[in-house]
């Protein structure tokens, strides 16, 4: 693997991971309503969108009266539904300053793209729609979910692209906002993150989101972030600051890495809680592996 290929994704390494998520074995929800995407699923909410509006029959539930076609035209209007052929899929991908980080294996980032292709294109073999939100600490992008390689190929574009993202600040209870905002009822959701800045405010949107939706957190990480090295003193640095790290103070190692392992169990807890998947995959692991 070249070093580009480490520290930053490519449109070519998202397009061929399609051949590995044909082999993949997602796992899918109980079953309660039959789909035309190739599988049967649970939906959270009514799973139906609209599709016109005729005029009011006898036996029409007075629920779908459409007020605004009725006061326009003078006669009572009802607006007509039709199921979902596909499920909505959504995967948000954290793009942030801490994503741009490994010891080994690839970036943060790069791992969360190529969990997020393979998502795609598993969902997109079973005749999901596909969309997406991609943020970093300068924006926030969102993809309506849409049919097809086109809606993958437009997905993996602002994967690639992540760095025309200059909008505004984007905190994580922000853009959970946004993402609730965005992810319809009944869509199956995946939150590709670290999930630093995970506060109550941000768990709040994460519970609205699950009431809703289908919602699997993946946790990326580094394994330095897990565990720090043997004893030693070792200098890391961004390229703008240095900090040096004394490894010898095994009361500060014990510490470091209870931090993460609380972090961790918080984040399972969160998903039992709020009945969740969670999932995690390390920078050094194959994405496919991870995801089996």
């Known amino acids: 693997m070249q070093v580009n290929d480490r520290v930053a994704v490519s449109l070519p390494t998202l397009v ?14 109980k079953i309660r309503a039959q789909q035309s995407g190739g599988y049967v699923s ?11 509006t005729r005029l009011y029959q006898p036996g029409d539930d007075i629920r779908s009266i459409d007020w605004r076609v009725t006061a326009r035209t ?8 039709r199921e979902e052929r596909e499920r909505p899929v959504f995967i948000s991908v954290d793009y942030r300053a ?10 943060k980032a790069v791992q969360a793209a190529k969990l997020a292709a393979l998502l795609a294109w598993t969902a997109q073999q079973h005749g999901d729609r596909i969309g997406g939100q991609v943020f970093t600490e300068k924006g926030c992008r969102e993809l309506k979910p849409q049919n097809g390689k086109q809606g993958v190929l437009r997905f993996f574009n602002s994967l690639v692209h992540s760095a025309e993202l200059q909008q505004e600040t984007a905190s994580l209870p922000r853009v959970l906002t946004r993402l609730t905002q965005h992810a319809r009822p009944g869509s199956l959701v995946y939150i590709i993150s670290d999930f630093r800045g995970l506060d109550q405010q941000a768990e709040l ?21 897990r565990q720090l090295p043997t004893q030693g003193r070792y200098r890391f640095t961004d390229q703008n600051k240095d900090l040096v790290v004394d490894t010898g103070d095994r009361h500060k190692v014990m510490q470091y890495q209870e931090k993460f392992n609380q972090h961790y169990l918080h ?14 995959c ?11």
């Open 16 to 29: 061929n991971l399609a051949r590995t998520a044909a082999g993949l074995k997602l796992y899918r929800s």
């Open 42 to 52: 649970r939906y959270k909410g009514r799973g139906m969108e609209f599709d016109e």
């Open 74 to 81: 003078g006669k009572t209007h009802t607006k007509l539904y």
């Open 98 to 107: 801490s994503m741009q980080f490994a010891t080994r294996g690839v970036f």
């Open 205 to 225: 949107f994460l519970a609205k989101l699950a009431r809703h939706c289908d919602v699997v957190l993946i946790l990326v990480f580094d394994w330095l972030e």
């Open 267 to 280: 984040l399972e807890r969160l998903g039992n809680k709020l009945n969740m998947k969670f999932m995690q």
């Open 282 to 292: 390390s920078t050094g692991q194959e994405p496919a592996d991870s995801l089996r």
